[in-house]
């Protein structure tokens, strides 16, 4: 017996060492994409790590026109402020002391946030304005693109403190707003879900509502390959990303309390979503069993494949098209919107059909989780 229990333990301790190993995989695994796709590793392009920089000086646009007007282009002046896919530039156009044009530059943002953001003339907001103005005016952010809005509005006044030449005023980024604070909250509640076995089907609902409307609806938070990959290749801004963040971290943290797969089961606006509309219809799709098995590897094999396609430098726009962002719904693009739907109404007669058998980010969960070898030892 005292042998068995040796054995046990060294299983259970191998099995945290293979999850080391499989984070670790993983970590390189998105980070290999990150470079593929735009080059850089937390902002820095790959080519400079390790490299004397140039003076930046060197690549400053900042010309004036035939007709009168000064042209400025953030990129080379100002390190560009993070929005959601990564850092945003900006050109500006000055007549006169006064900002006739914005124009959006390089950049990674969802298309559909910026085609939103066009079309409620965000960018006409600074027209008409002097520089001073510029620096101090308050500007709201547009909602459903809040951190490409704002790394927009930060990027706008430090542009126009260079062409006045003044100091710029700073957007302060608070880790405690309202909807931090409460969505943190909504962490925690689940947190106390996972660890206390106190579970009943009302508690559990209670949980999955608060999942969906307010880490999903109200606070957009939630975890997918793009946005991974956008954090490895542009860096994170800690007071935006901050629900994220934690729910990363608890995703990481919790296996080695031997809570795998929290995330999924108990954090995901998605899932949760699914959850309940599969809990308000009583009629059920039976699955033939061979058809089960087959269904159950089809998203490891969207995730393989979706993998190698980026590790060869191809198909990073399909990351786009992980349903999340349809709780961004004023956002998210027609195709996400009516896959989100599709998935929808399935869940009502199949149980959480997208993240049994699609969902990319869940399988990467999953992966570096390696549940078939992490074993509880309590349980033998």
Known sequence: MYELIIIVEYQYEMGRVRYFINLVIVFLILLTVAINRDGRIMGKPVDEIGKKIDDPAKNVIDFVSAEGVRHIESKGIIPGSLGYGGPVYLRMMIENDIIVGVEITENSE????????????????????????????????????????????????????????????????????????????????????????????????????????????????????????????????????????????????????????????????????????????????????KIEKVLIYTRDIILLLLLFFMWIGVGFEIMDYEVFTAFLFTNASTAVLILAGVFLLLSLFVNRPYCRYICPTGALIKMSQNTQQFKNKSSV
């Not at 910026?114 to 500007?139: H, Y």
């Not at 509640?189 to 880490?215: D, E, G, Y």
């Open 110 to 289: 969802t298309p559909s946030f910026l085609r939103k953001m066009k079309a409620v003339g965000f960018f006409k907001l600074w027209n008409g304005q002097t520089l001073d103005e510029a620096i101090t005016s308050p500007i709201d952010a547009v909602s459903g693109a809040t951190l490409t809005s704002h790394a927009v509005i930060n990027t706008m006044r430090k542009m126009a403190a260079y062409a006045a030449s003044v100091p710029p005023v700073k957007i302060n980024h608070s880790y405690f707003t309202l909807k931090n604070i409460i969505g943190m909250l909504v962490v925690v509640s689940s947190l106390i879900m996972i660890f206390f076995p106190f579970k009943t089907k009302q508690w559990r609902l209670l949980q999955l509502l608060l999942n969906v409307l307010v880490l999903g609806f109200w606070c957009g938070s939630f975890l997918s390959l793009s946005l991974l990959v956008n954090w490895l290749s542009n860096g994170v801004n800690m007071a935006i990303a901050l629900i994220p963040i934690i729910l990363l971290t608890l995703s990481i943290i919790l296996p080695f309390f031997d809570k795998k797969l929290s995330y999924c089961a108990w954090q995901c606006p998605m899932g949760s979503l699914q959850e309940i509309l599969g809990k308000s219809c009583n009629k059920k799709l039976m699955i033939p069993l």
